[in-house]
């Protein structure tokens, strides 16, 4: 059947009274941004979605916007503390932009709060209960008693501030108490801070016979002041938090690069302070005190009517009430791989096979790395790695077979944002295994996802890859959904080991078969593609485009996308986050529809599908997938792939079962209107609405079905030829 979301017709244009030549063209990056966090947050409220599961998105939505302020944020803020009026794409200053975020940011909060209030309420009534020292039972406050000395005590660090102590160093993240406290015999008064240790659980946990309940860490230490200043009492007192600027600058000509990072990650402990948050009723002495240690503005201060530090919201997330969770869902093995027995080899020499992450296990990829590793006939691997775990088994396979004597190159990217440090310990761990280390460009991070495999088969050496949307990371496979590609076609197998080649030796490929690379080539491929489908759609023939990505703000590349559209091509994006295209403006992007889908997964997969003069699906498109979104930090200034797709199984694995589902996906799924706000449309109880992701729980993918065949898989659309 054809996919419903294919079928349903293009709203009607909406007339928008801008230039349609002038910046006002593009979303801003950051206010597209923190839209996309309001759905993040939207999720916490849809009764849909399990109650514990709520909780997880109002935690993810603050730890997201916490990310934002460090990193975002903190950058704007340094250009508008410099003067500078460069205007972003959308024609704002970054002065402009914060006033913005600001303003947009505050009221997400206020929301956060809201939302937290309502949840807890529905929590108590499962026996979920979040307590504070006002409502504990005298055997709550022995037990909390013992649980201080022993478990807390140790890791406090109270502090005086007066002339002799002064306000001590908090890091980013720094979660604390401040005190006033005076003498009981009242001849003397005392301001103290109390850093809440992030070393042990924000909420306690009590004991109890029925249900859950757990007091936050904050409100044990206020119970115990007294054993931390004897004497004293508290006369008033406040929580508050800090964000740091967490952009790291590293100096570009440093000879030591991997010296040169560990220094910048102790600068980031140091960033200026971006925001501060603050009880509401906080002592003003205590709320100036603060302010002025730590030299912050009333424009970053956030007042907080409620709950600190919601992202800790995660830590109630309760394994043991399966009730309050998602259904229970194991990844499945391909069948193919279980024809052969596990061989992983044997099942890609058969033919290319894609696998769908999370919904085929991502332990394939870990199963691919490790048979190598043990394999007398593997001479080589080579591997990048952006992001992966601490713990991770693919460092562990690359440490054995170097260790065997194979010959290993890993292209570690040091410059993985908050990863930084634990990429620094792996690259130290396979340099000692004897491993080749490589650390890529100093201009570019390497962001590209590729191993290859080099293995002796009778007289020849047959190279087998693995091309993925996303990283070598274990744990994020788990939620996160992204395609892994395994072949052992030649002309991948050379286009990849060139790859290689380039990241560690500087040797730019002069011709590459099957891939696309940044900062080389991609953007311009993408160009290319699409003003083909616009000369197409002008000369007649079937012209659309599908893309599914994270985020979309390059300005070249939307600018190819309103030509396209005013052209005739029919263009359905899928795009999870940022977006800088204002799709359905009259005049500018008509035939422009856009998506976002926020559900159980990330969606993390980035695909496209060009028409190629057939309607869409057909044999004749050329589909590609890539570790590349549209942005300009991906297609200017990291080292990505883009794979066109040959294999005609997987072809129809991508067209006709992935991107038709999202693309039929309403359960999950937010419009965007051309002023750049999203909508849901509203779904009445007991009416089926289709989800995508259930889908894919549900059905194998096409390529790794083994010898039952694909003829039995369900697809969305038929492909025609």
């Known amino acids: 059947m054809q996919a419903n979301f294919l079928e349903s017709p293009i709203p009607a244009p909406t007339a928008l009274d801008i230039d349609l030549t002038s910046p006002a063209r593009f979303m801003n990056r950051e206010l597209s941004w923190l839209r996309f966090n309001w759905r993040v947050l939207e999720e916490a409220e849809n009764p849909r979605v399990p109650l514990l599961e709520r909780l997880r998105f109002l935690s993810i939505s603050a730890a997201n916007l916490d990310e934002f302020y460090t990193v975002r944020v903190a ?134 016979d029925d249900g859950h309940r757990f007091l936050p860490l904050e409100e044990l230490l206020l119970l115990h ?179 065997d004597g194979k010959s290993v190159t890993a292209l570690i990217e040091l410059k993985a944002r908050f990863d930084e440090a634990a990429n620094i310990r792996q690259s130290r761990r396979l340099e000692r295994a004897g491993a080749h280390v490589v650390y890529g460009f100093l201009n570019y991070k390497t962001h590209a996802k590729i191993s290859t495999v080099v293995r002796r088969e009778g007289e020849k050496l047959v190279t087998y890859t693995h091309f993925g949307t996303g990283n070598y990371h274990p744990i994020t496979a788990r939620v996160y959904t992204d395609l892994s590609l395994f072949t052992c076609d030649a002309k991948l197998g050379r286009d990849a080991t060139k790859v290689f080649n380039y990241l560690s030796g500087y040797a730019q490929p002069d011709s590459l078969e099957n891939l696309a690379i940044a900062p080389i080539d991609l953007k311009e491929t993408l160009l290319a593609r699409i003003a083909a489908e616009a000369e197409n759609a002008i000369t007649g023939k079937p012209a659309s485009i599908w893309a599914k990505m994270n985020s979309l703000v390059e300005e070249d590349v939307i600018d190819a996308l309103y030509a396209a559209s005013k052209a005739g091509v029919k263009i359905d994006l899928i795009v999870r986050g940022i977006c800088g295209l204002r799709p359905g403006v009259l005049g500018l992007s008509e035939n422009i529809r856009v998506k976002s889908i926020v559900g159980r997964f990330l969606e993390h997969s980035r695909i496209v599908c060009f028409a190629n003069g057939k309607p869409l699906p057909s044999k004749k498109a050329k589909v590609y997938i890539s570790s590349a979104d549209w942005m300009g930090r991906n297609l200017n200034r990291r080292v990505e792939t883009l794979i066109e797709i040959s294999n005609q199984t997987v072809k129809a694995q991508i067209v006709s079962q992935v991107m038709a589902a999202n693309m039929a996906d309403v359960a999950q799924s937010w419009v965007m209107s051309a002023d750049g706000t999203f909508t849901r449309e509203p779904v009445p109880d007991h009416t089926f609405a289709f989800n995508c992701h259930r889908f894919f729980m549900e059905n194998p993918s096409l390529s790794g079905r083994g010898s039952a065949g694909a003829s039995d898989v369900p697809q969305l659309t038929h492909t025609e030829d």
């Open 225 to 403: 002041v007294s054993r931390l200043f004897p004497g004293y009492e508290v006369k008033g007192n406040c929580a508050f938090k800090i964000l740091r600027d967490s952009d790291l600058e590293v100096e570009e000509e440093a000879e030591d690069l991997v010296r040169e990072f560990e220094v910048a990650l102790k600068r980031r402990r140091r960033g200026e302070v971006v925001r501060l948050k603050i009880s509401k009723d906080a002592p003003s002495s205590l709320r100036s005190m603060i302010m002025s240690e730590l030299h912050v503005t009333d424009d970053a201060v956030v007042e907080v009517d409620g709950l600190i530090g919601v992202a800790d919201l995660g830590e109630l997330v309760l394994d043991e009430r399966p009730d309050l969770l998602w259904s229970p869902f194991t990844p499945r093995v391909p069948e193919r791989v279980q024809d052969f027995e596990g061989d992983m080899f044997a099942a890609i020499r058969q033919k290319d096979m894609l696998l769908h992450h999370p919904y085929e296990t991502f332990d394939m990829v870990v199963r691919f790395l490790a048979q190598a590793a043990r394999d007398p006939n593997v001479v080589a691997i080579k591997q990048t790695l952006y992001r992966t775990s601490k713990k991770s088994p693919i460092v562990e396979a690359l440490c054995e077979a170097a260790e």
């Open 75 to 208: 950058g704007l803020r340094e250009l508008a503390l410099a003067g500078n009026v460069t205007p972003s794409i959308d024609g704002l200053t970054p002065a402009d932009q914060l006033v913005q975020i600001n303003a947009n940011a505050r009221k997400l909060m206020q929301r956060q709060q809201a939302v937290f209030i309502a949840l807890n309420a529905q929590m108590a009534d499962t026996n979920i209960h979040l307590l504070t020292r006002e409502n504990l039972t005298d055997d709550d406050k022995v037990f909390l008693d013992g649980f201080f000395l022993d478990q807390v005590f140790p890791v406090l660090s109270p502090l005086a501030i007066d002339p002799a102590h002064p306000f001590p160093f908090l890091p980013n993240e720094g979660f604390a108490l401040a005190l006033q406290l005076s003498k009981r015999n009242g001849k003397r008064s005392l301001r103290a801070l109390l850093p809440v240790p992030a070393q042990i659980d924000r909420f306690i946990r009590l004991p109890s």
